[in-house]
């Protein structure tokens, strides 16, 4: 198949796990639901095979490191994903948390709780902040290292006030994702006309 083309989420707790799956699912992709945990469970080599595995792109993998300052076994496991030959990286879903003054990195452009698409930087419920180009995070330290297409920061998947909650239909999340394909060369209105299954996961 080829390189395996591949969207980075930097969260992985259950409500980021339910709603990258039913984003997943809406765009036509594939998550590994697996590579879901706080902290982040499996290594980079385990979660490169399961990719692999997938039948089909885009794939959507998650990473958290549970608020570990510096390089956790997440953000490893991330690094390992993203520089792998076989790996094609469309974009990261760079996610904020309240570990501010902490850990931050660079963004492209942001995802508000409102759906904004902005230069300035969101904090964990989806509120702007002053920052241009950055949000604060515990999965981030690495991406300033990592040569990708384009860094989506938003606030807390699945939550932001209930506001990215799967029955509101994730509208955050799925904006991010809807940058991230666009950005890619995909056609996302297709997609945009129909509801998703959600069950369907990998």
């Known amino acids: 198949m080829g390189k395996r083309r591949v969207i980075l989420v930097t969260d992985g707790d259950e409500y980021a796990k339910k709603t990258i799956q039913y984003v997943a699912k809406f765009y036509g992709g594939r998550c590994i639901s697996s590579s879901f945990g706080n902290p982040t469970k499996l290594c980079g080599e ?113 939550k932001m006030a209930r506001i990215d909650d799967v029955k509101n239909g994730a509208p955050v999340t799925k904006k991010a994702v809807e940058i991230i394909l666009e950005r890619s060369g995909y056609d996302v209105s297709k997609w945009n006309k129909h509801e998703a299954d959600i069950t369907d996961t990998f």
Request: aromatic share 8%.
């Open 46 to 158: 385990e979660i490169v095979a399961l990719i692999h595995q997938a039948p089909y792109d885009p794939v959507f993998v998650m990473f958290d490191d549970s608020g570990f300052l510096g390089e956790g076994f997440g953000e490893k496991a991330l690094k390992y994903v993203a520089n792998d030959p076989s790996i094609e990286v469309l974009g990261i879903i760079a996610v904020a948390s309240k570990t501010h003054d902490s850990e931050w990195a660079k963004v492209d452009i942001t995802v508000d709780r409102f759906g904004e698409v902005s230069p300035y930087g969101v904090d964990k419920s989806g509120i702007q902040e002053m920052d241009i180009g950055r949000i604060n995070g515990d999965t981030i330290y690495c991406l300033d290292e990592l040569n990708v297409p384009i860094i989506v920061g938003v606030g807390d998947i699945g």
